[in-house]
């Protein structure tokens, strides 16, 4: 029987990689990363509208990213035992309604409502529609995770963009104008909530039989243990970037406010590029071993980028970006080949963790640049690759060939 959605249409049959649903999740994930961006991309002229202290930028940061980290294991857990199809387009309502709030708040306090509205869609759309990429993978697990991936990339790299040529220009209140691609987005993860109703819930449980036992615990925990810290080190530094670097650029090379805008574009398109490439690497070379040199490898490029003048900084964050980015893929893989059968909980642990760790950095970092400086900020932040030595601790995970198409 062929798989299809009304909106869809056709697709792979049963066992085989379904592009049209990882194309589909990938775009919804590109809309709703590019509104969550929005968010830090505002960051300037909100600081200068209401008068704001770098501590009230990172308790932003904070609340948005507390909310998309608090909720996404638990999302993932109860969809592992009773999966909710639709639960997708009601994560991106939340960020609908968080992102009309965030264009007509007239308060720092709305401000924080409305950044944990639109931390709350994230919470249930990452973990859920990271398990759907795992139901239309076909076995090739670090491929649809880095095309699902690929998109929420290049919707965080176009935050800057939009924040430059459209709500700088035109105000605070043009950030509802996007609302238009939450409620796209709505729709195709509504036909997508179809197919996962009719095709996807059997396709993993299949696979998830199918699959070799998992690891001895001891393995697990310490596994486990290792990518947590991973991920500290990789999202901390990512949110001295996200958070921090267009101030570093207009504090350090009194750029305007606009070119600390592409700027960050630079680098977080660079991200977006670094991300489609980690899954299939880990596909080809194992996961181990991307994460070893993804974490570990951007560490020269880290300590360097605090004593660079205004050209190489742009041109380091290049290789920092995609180095830096190719891991998470790889990581995601990894973790539910450990634990197969958890495929919602992984991702929503590890989803959930990313942004934890992303608003924990960024409240402290903010409350160090209040007091030490922003360039003190990012000398400190180059260090932390450190951490990736910790990789050499990971148990290799025994790959399964992938099957073929058809």
């Known amino acids: 029987m062929n798989e299809s959605t009304p909106t869809l249409g056709r697709i792979s049959t049963a066992g085989s990689t379904a592009f049209g649903i990882l194309v589909a999740i990938s775009f919804c994930h590109l809309l709703n990363d590019m509104m969550q961006s929005l968010l830090p991309a505002l960051y300037p002229?909100?600081?200068s509208s209401y008068r704001l202290s770098f501590t009230q930028i990172g308790l932003l940061t904070f609340t948005f990213q507390f909310t998309a980290s608090l909720l996404q294991p638990l999302v993932g857990a109860f969809a592992d035992k009773s999966p909710r199809p639709y639960s997708l387009?009601?994560?991106?309502?939340?960020t609908l309604v968080g992102l009309v709030l965030l264009a007509f708040a007239d308060s720092y306090a709305l401000l924080l409502f409305a950044a944990a509205l639109i931390g709350t869609g994230s919470s249930v759309f990452h973990p859920e529609s990271s398990r759907v990429a795992r139901m239309a993978s076909g076995g090739k697990h670090g491929l649809a995770q880095s095309v699902f991936q690929v998109g929420g990339n290049f919707g965080t790299s176009a935050g800057p963009l939009l924040a430059a040529f459209i709500v700088l220009p035109r105000g605070q209140s043009s950030v509802a104008w996007f609302s238009g691609a939450a409620l796209l987005g709505m729709v195709v993860l509504i036909n997508v909530g179809h197919w996962y109703k009719t095709h996807g819930i059997t396709r993993l449980a299949r696979a998830a039989g199918s699959q070799a036992p998992g690891a001895p615990r001891r393995h697990v925990v310490l596994?486990?243990?290792?990518?947590l810290a991973l991920v500290f080190s990789k999202y901390v530094y990512l949110a001295s970037v996200t958070s921090y670097y267009t101030f570093y650029l207009i504090d350090h090379f009194h750029v305007s406010v606009r070119t600390s805008q592409l700027l960050l574009f630079?680098?977080?398109?660079?991200?977006?590029?670094g991300g489609m490439a980690g899954g299939p690497l880990g596909d080809r070379l194992g996961s181990k071993y991307i994460i070893w040199a993804s974490i570990l490898g951007v560490l020269p490029f880290t300590l360097l980028l605090p004593h660079a003048n205004l050209l190489w900084t742009c041109v380091l964050t290049v290789p920092i970006g995609l180095i830096l980015a190719s891991a998470f893929p790889a990581i995601v893989v990894y973790a539910q080949d450990l634990l197969p059968g958890r495929t919602g909980m992984v991702a929503g642990l590890f989803f959930g963790l990313a942004f934890g760790m992303g608003s924990v950095g960024a409240a402290v970092l903010g409350k160090l640049a209040d007091h030490i400086g922003i360039d003190f900020v990012y000398q400190l932040c180059a260090f932390l690759p450190l951490i990736g030595l910790?990789?050499?601790?990971?148990?290799?995970?025994?790959?399964q060939p992938v099957p073929r198409a058809g």
């Not at 387009?89 to 939340?94: D, L, N, R, S, V």
């Not at 630079?266 to 590029?273: E, I, N, Q």
């Not at 910790?390 to 790959?399: C, E, I, Q, R, T």
Request: proline letters at 3%; hydrophobic letters at 70%; zero cysteines.
């Open 390 to 399: 910790l990789a050499a601790f990971l148990p290799d995970v025994h790959k």
């Open 223 to 227: 596994a486990i243990t290792v990518l």
């Open 89 to 94: 387009a009601t994560g991106m309502g939340f």
């Open 45 to 47: 002229m909100l600081r």
């Open 266 to 273: 630079v680098f977080l398109a660079s991200a977006a590029v």
